[in-house]
């Protein structure tokens, strides 16, 4: 049995219903079970399938000390730690800004924009001649 979550919304599922299902069991949190056919859920699909079922898992402990000397909630101390292994990843591994991004829980674009906000770039070029061949064929 699979589970996705969020704030809004419950969402259990066989794992065999990915493949051959018409509709699956959406729940409203604190409210009643109700069914909706797959072809509304297609972006949640597509969510489910990329975190639940391609993703990795790593769990970390965080002394709750830290939390309270860092006055971070248990989410932001999450989102803290995926877009440290995303930007690690990129930095360290070449990992793409594409796969960063969803590690991290960003779209493309926010990813990008928050190497920036680090000091990251994301133009690598290996010397001087190279970065001003690039700039002359802009």
């Given at each position: 049995m699979g589970r996705y979550e969020n704030k809004n919304l419950q969402l259990q599922f066989n794992y065999q219903d990915l493949t051959m299902p018409n509709c699956w069991n959406l729940q409203r949190k604190s409210?009643?079970?109700i069914q909706?056919?797959?072809?509304?859920?297609?972006?949640?699909i597509t969510k489910i399938i990329m975190?639940?079922?391609?993703?990795?898992?790593?769990?970390?402990?965080?002394?709750?000390?830290?939390l309270f000397d860092t006055?971070?909630?248990r989410e932001e101390a999450n989102h803290?730690?995926?877009?440290?292994?995303?930007?690690?990843?990129?930095?360290?591994s070449g990992v793409s800004i594409g796969?960063?991004?969803?590690?991290?829980?960003?779209?493309?674009?926010?990813?990008?924009k928050y190497l920036g906000k680090n000091h990251i770039s994301i133009f690598k070029y290996d010397n001087k001649e190279e970065f001003l061949e690039e700039l002359?064929?802009?």
């Open positions: 409210i009643f079970p909706i056919k797959i072809d509304v859920l297609d972006s949640i975190e639940v079922l391609i993703m990795c898992q790593i769990a970390i402990s965080i002394p709750d000390e830290v006055k971070m909630s803290f730690a995926r877009c440290a292994v995303a930007v690690g990843y990129y930095t360290q796969y960063c991004a969803q590690i991290a829980g960003m779209t493309e674009e926010e990813f990008i002359n064929n802009a």
